[in-house]
């Protein structure tokens, strides 16, 4: 597993203990995790395991059942003040999202809005940029996911591959410290995962803390730092790529990748 560089470095997300159930049925039944920053965590497992709810969980989308997580040192949805704990009003709620950059396998891009008017969206409205400032940092970010001569393009004129790009640089738009990306490559067909897995391992070059649920092994084996594999609800192994994806220790970890590799 990997250790913090420092003593002081404190972890970008910590989940403790988390429970979550909808109805009766237990979709995570007790999760310990710890993300570092800077780090690329890739997270694996069947259908139906808990990822997207984990990851959901981490960004305010969902509230746990039990447990607790933390981003950044901050509870997430809830605010410490002396020794006793206030549950976020969603007001608070939508403003801590806005530091979680997360991208889902739908891009959900706004389709009347141009490529770099959806990229300036959040800041502008949000108040965190000028128009015109937030036109300049997202022309850059549009260059550097490989869609510089996009910007008035529409959602509908672009492929999947490039229209979840747009996705990736309108969650940088926010500048997030932190990551999340839900199967990003999954509704694309194949010839296009190469793009948005390249923008990606670029991005965990620079130092980016992500999440990220795959069942991408080769992005997994060369961008992570580490790999978690979930299974029905329970974080069942982890380590780096090669211990996981490679010389896994247990059989229901055998198993899922004798299926996905
Ligand atoms: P994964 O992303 O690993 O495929 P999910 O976290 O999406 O798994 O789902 C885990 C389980 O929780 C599945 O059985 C799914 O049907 C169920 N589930 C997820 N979200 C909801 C919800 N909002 N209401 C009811 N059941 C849900
Ligand atoms: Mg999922």
């Known amino acids: 597993m990997t250790t913090p560089r420092t003593a002081s470095d404190a972890p970008a997300v910590r989940i403790r203990g988390v429970r979550k159930s909808f109805g009766r049925l237990e979709v995570l039944r007790g999760i310990n995790l710890e993300v570092w920053p800077g780090e690329v965590v890739c997270l694996i497992g069947p259908s139906g395991s808990g990822k997207s709810t984990l990851l959901r969980c981490v960004n305010h989308l969902e509230k746990v059942d039990g447990g607790w997580i933390e981003v950044e040192g901050e509870l997430v949805g809830y605010r410490r003040k002396g020794d006793k704990v206030y549950e976020l009003k969603d007001r ?95 509704a694309l067909d194949p010839e296009l995962v190469g793009d948005v897995l390249s923008v990606m391992a670029d991005l965990a070059k620079d130092g980016m803390t992500m999440i990220v649920v795959t069942h991408e092994m080769g992005f997994a084996r060369e961008a992570a730092d580490r790999v978690v594999f979930m299974d029905q609800g329970r974080l069942v192994e982890q380590g780096s790529p090669s211990e996981i994806l490679e010389r896994p220790s247990h059989e229901r970890t055998q198993a899922f990748l004798r299926r996905v590799l």
């Open 92 to 186: 608070e709620i939508c403003r801590k999202r806005e530091q979680i950059g997360m991208v889902f396998q739908q891009f959900n891009l706004f389709p009347h809005m141009t490529v770099l008017g959806n990229v300036v969206e959040a800041p502008v409205r949000l108040g965190k940029a000028r128009q015109r400032e937030a036109e300049a940092a997202g022309r850059e970010l549009l260059a550097r996911v490989g869609l510089a001569d996009k910007e008035s393009a529409y959602p509908r004129q672009l492929s999947g591959g490039q229209q979840q790009r747009v996705a990736i640089a309108r969650a940088l738009a926010m500048r997030p410290r932190l990551m999340l990306f839900d199967e990003p490559t999954s």
